[in-house]
């Protein structure tokens, strides 16, 4: 398999429910990054990870806690949601964290929220 | 703070015409700019960087502009065609110097 993929594409989950999103890339790259995208709102820029380190969190709630256990993975885990939660979250990885670099999308898990 | 505009309507031409899209930004001095393409629950896809020194890119149809004192890059699809219909995004860098800041995205239907 190929390019980035996550899972599971849909979730609905309660607010007290803990669940977590996947992201696998097969690409070689070192950086990976977690986005949320609204409706009528530019993606946001969550979390970067970089060779399995965090370099960035965007004033993120904690209810959202990120893990790189290696280059290849990368998961957000959920915890007491809130209904403006509900968002469509993109996984990325690029060669490296430059800026200048390409960024490849997953296809996204749409999370409902209710 | 950083900021990045791109046509808040949407935008409807016929097919074969040239489509244009616009990206304005404030309080940035990026080194580079890219473009993605979104379609309707899919992730975005990659098109096109510039790069601040360049003032012009092309790959195929798709041709894009860089001019840093206006602030401004212009995105052209040269005879469009229905599958060009998606969202097309313009990312510049932050200025933490990696990652990307994305705008809305403008909305582009072609139609036959």
């Known amino acids: 398999e190929t390019g980035v993929t996550q899972t599971p594409r849909h979730l609905v989950m309660g607010m007290t429910n803990k669940k977590s999103l996947k992201c696998e890339q097969h690409?070689?790259?070192?950086?990976m990054y977690w986005y949320k995208q609204s409706a009528k709102k530019p993606l946001e820029l969550m979390f970067v990870y970089s060779l399995e380190e965090r370099v960035e969190n965007n004033s993120v709630p904690s209810r959202f806690s990120p893990e790189c256990p290696n280059s290849s993975h990368l998961f957000l885990h959920l915890h007491t949601l809130q209904p403006e939660d509900s968002a469509l979250y993109l996984c990325?990885?690029?060669?490296?964290?430059?800026?200048?670099?390409?960024?490849?999308f997953g296809p996204g898990t749409r999370l409902t929220v209710l | 703070s950083q900021k990045i505009e791109q046509n808040s309507e949407a935008l409807n031409i016929q097919e074969g015409k040239t489509a244009t899209l616009t990206c304005n930004y404030t309080?940035?001095?990026?080194?580079?700019l890219q473009w993605y393409r979104q379609d309707p629950g899919r992730g975005p896809v990659f098109l096109l960087l510039?790069?601040?020194?360049?003032k012009e890119k092309r790959k195929e149809r798709l041709k894009v502009t860089f001019d840093t004192t206006l602030k401004q890059s212009l995105f052209h699809i040269t005879a469009s065609q229905p599958a060009d219909s998606a969202t097309y995004l313009c990312a510049l860098e932050k200025n933490s110097g990696y990652a990307l800041n994305f705008g809305k995205g403008t909305s582009l239907l072609v139609t036959p």
């Open positions: 309080n940035y001095s990026p080194a580079y």
């Open positions: 990325a990885s690029s060669q490296d964290r430059d800026s200048a670099d390409t960024q490849y």
């Open positions: 690409l070689g790259h070192n950086a």
């Open positions: 510039i790069r601040e020194n360049e």
